[in-house]
């Protein structure tokens, strides 16, 4: 049976992450929610396998890892 991808409205912390344009195999976890200096609304990313990397990211370059059934 396929599977279905459902497109993800929001996120939330704590949701497993992967950028557009970079390796799929660069997970992430989002740790928490800010504003950008154009009031943009974007994500404070913890890389799972990588004890220093903490990013920010609008959430518009955000896709879901659960969802698509990657972990």
Same mark, same amino acid.
């Given at each position: 049976m396929p599977? &279905? =991808?459902i497109p993800i409205a929001r996120f939330n912390i704590g949701d497993l992450v992967y950028l557009?344009? &970079?390796p799929i195999s660069e997970h992430y976890c989002i740790i928490g929610f800010s504003t950008n200096d154009s009031n943009?609304? =974007?994500a404070i990313l913890k890389a799972i396998f990588n004890d220093i990397d903490i990013i920010e990211r609008? %959430?518009?370059?955000l896709k879901s890892? %659960?969802?698509r059934g990657e972990l």
């Open positions: 599977s &279905k =991808v557009c344009g &970079k943009q609304r =974007v609008p %959430l518009s370059e890892l %659960l969802i």
